[in-house]
């Protein structure tokens, strides 16, 4: 019989997040059948921007996450370079760059050690107060000697993810929430004392990635070999693209592109749009593309089940993060996975720091990073960037001087969106579809599945469902150990 | 790598060395963080970004992260570090605001609209419900980050959600204790605690409920863009200029923190940080402050000076 699990509050994510899935035996294995996912928190960051001052918008959408706001900087940056017609200086451009990278580098470590290791590791014995315990604890699960060296290493990871914020504060001002990143390039002033500090920085963040991050993914993907059938979701990738190799902006580290159907294509921003059908928004303002974009609530609306609206391209449900833009470069195409995710992203941290080096080396020593923009009366922008967890885009309309129009489509609302206008799942719903669930008290399994997508539901949720549903047969999951 | 209670206190000692944290509270301190039981922590999120609890994971200069959970305190429920999901984590959350004189911290703002349901922490409990029922038998409240202090960015115009900070939902309460920034610095967060710890109150605070020992200065009388010529002062014309940045929408006149030498993203123990707004060549946002960010904003343009100067 099937039996619908909910579970809420999903943690070692950012924000708020309600997995809900049901579960029944099918060919003789437990396993998930249907799943929603439901973000429940709205602050309304695209409604507060408008009126605003252009400028200002850099430094409060970067506020929409903590985890990842160089990459809402970065996007509103360019946003804003955008609109104003100005090009940034290459010491602007490589500092940004620089600063994205320790994000990236910190965002990654800080993942896999203190938001997922968990799922995979017994700690009983090792850590048995909390916020550890009380926890799952599964028959499948790690222990021994390998548990206590991952728990060693996610103690020296938090030390190795503040290092690393750390290191990009020298150009970001501080973190999280860089001051440096504005609208023209990047007001920090490149010192060859800075350029040391970040190197020697950088350096223990290479060796880390290398000999302790990798191998350690590596690990724990070698005994969980069945993850790699796992979460497979909807096979369809998309990448904006990062890292501006030169000011063309054409040459980047993470080439923008898309796998869709088992085929490489170029990414055309025009085929993007935003199906409304499952979430609380009024028909009028679905399918529009997010230059278009409206966000018109309609709290009662009754085949809704979520306030995130469901991205599309070209009417395709396609899923972001490390994998695709791994994928899309031609640097990572063993399969889509859990252990993809992971793997992924572990080789993608390699790829960024070892290039960071390089950019190290480019910066020339007290020349301006910043261009001073003239701002325009009537514009519009659009600023492209990634993520940690996948492509970030900000649109925006100026009149008058101010902004009219401020539109985030974030990684995570692609990756936790709903069913959409087809009635296609969104990427997480459907990588949980056949997820096998052992115990329905304990049910590892969809954390795994949920968590090798990074979520940040700050990011991903525009507005909160109002009610609670009351919907089938709800077995709320008891605690199984004290 | 487990990390001793030892270590901690050489970090303390090394604090109170370089004057942030008197000798007397030093010894208080000691005695405090040799008890076998840390004071118990429930940390609730409503609408904010988890950028104050990323920052708090930047802590170094009075103790580090691991130090914290493994001889401080016992964090009893964090969303974001917690290995519990689902009824499992709301249980651990239960059963710990059983016990009185926990510290409860809150971390993002309070949606006041639709009843409370823009914000949710579990099934049937909003971030409303949930900072009122567990702030009943809560020993210490403290609002940390701009959002759950005074509102920060959730509460900006037009404050679609009609968001407010933990004062104004609590009303007066004298347990409350104000820790804003936007994001929060990690030493006013560990350096807070601190003190509760030492001294089993709530530390000296200004009108806001900020603890007067961050936030008791003015940045621009204490910044070291001032007198930068000859005692004189040279404004920047544009960004990225040594000069002081007040007329090109600097809030240091406006705004009370030790930014100024506490810097951030602090090297080691006892040390001050590597950077902050003002050097990196960008403008102070005022982000401490109740009327952040409306009141400061737009935030590249000068504000009349303020009409009381500390």
Known sequence: MPTTIKLDPVTRIEGHLEIEVTVDTVKGEQQVIDAKSSGTMFRGFEIILQGRDPRDAAMLSQRICGVCPVSHAMASCRNLDDAFGVTVPENGRLMRNLVLGANFVQSHILHFYHLTALDYIDTTGILDIAPWAPRYVTPDMVGGTLAQTLVGHYVAALEMRRKTHQMGALFGGKLPCVSSFVAGGCTEVVSAEKIASFRSLLDEARAFVDNVYVPDVLAVAGLFPEYYEIGTGCGNLLAYGAFDLDASGNNKLFAPGRYTDGTTGQMNLAEINEHVKYSWYTEATGTLNPADGVTDPDPDKPSAYSWCKAPRYGDQVHELGPLARMWINGDYTNGISVLDRLAARALETKVIADAMDGWLDELEVGASGYAEPSLPQTATGVGLTEAPRGALGHWMEITDGTISRYQVVTPTAWNTSPRDDLDQLGPTEAALIGTPVADLEQPIEVLRVVHSFDPCLACGVHLARPDDRARGTKVLIQPGIA | ?310
């Open chain 2, 1 to 310: 790598m487990r990390i001793s209670r030892r270590d901690f206190l050489k970090a303390a000692a090394a604090a109170a060395a370089s004057g942030k944290m008197a000798p007397a509270a030093l010894a208080g301190l000691r005695d405090t963080l040799l008890e076998s039981n840390g004071p118990r922590v429930i940390w609730l999120q409503g609408q904010g970004c988890d950028g104050c609890t990323v920052s708090l994971l930047n802590t170094i200069h009075y103790a580090s992260f691991d130090e914290l959970l493994l001889n401080t305190i016992e964090l009893d429920f964090h969303n974001t570090v917690m290995a519990s999901a689902g009824d499992l984590a709301v249980s651990a959350a239960e059963a710990a605001s059983v016990v009185p004189g926990y510290v409860l911290v809150i971390e993002g703002a309070i949606p006041t609209g639709a009843e409370g349901r823009y914000c949710r922490l579990w099934p049937g409990m909003s971030m409303y419900d949930g900072v009122m029922s567990f702030a009943e038998n809560a020993g210490f409240i403290m609002a940390v980050g701009a959002c759950a202090t005074f509102g920060g960015c959730t509460a900006a115009a037009p404050n679609p959600t009609n968001a407010k900070g933990v004062g104004e939902v609590l009303g007066s309460d004298p347990r409350l204790i104000n820790v804003p920034g936007c994001p929060c610095h990690p030493d006013w967060i560990v350096g807070t605690v601190a003190y509760l710890l030492t001294n089993g109150h709530v530390p000296p605070l200004d009108e806001h409920r900020r603890p007067l020992q961050f936030f008791g200065k003015q940045i621009h009388h204490n910044c070291f863009k001032r007198g930068l010529v000859c005692g004189e002062t040279v404004f920047a014309t544009k960004l990225g200029e040594e000069g002081c940045m007040e007329r090109l929408g600097c809030k240091g006149k406006h705004t009370h923190a030790d930014c100024y030498v506490r810097k951030w993203n602090s090297s080691g123990p006892g040390e001050y940080g590597v950077n902050w707004c003002i050097e990196s060549q960008s403008p102070c946002l005022g982000c401490v402050e109740p009327s952040y960010p409306d009141g400061m904003s737009p935030f590249f343009v000068e504000l009349p000076p303020p009409v009381q100067e500390s």
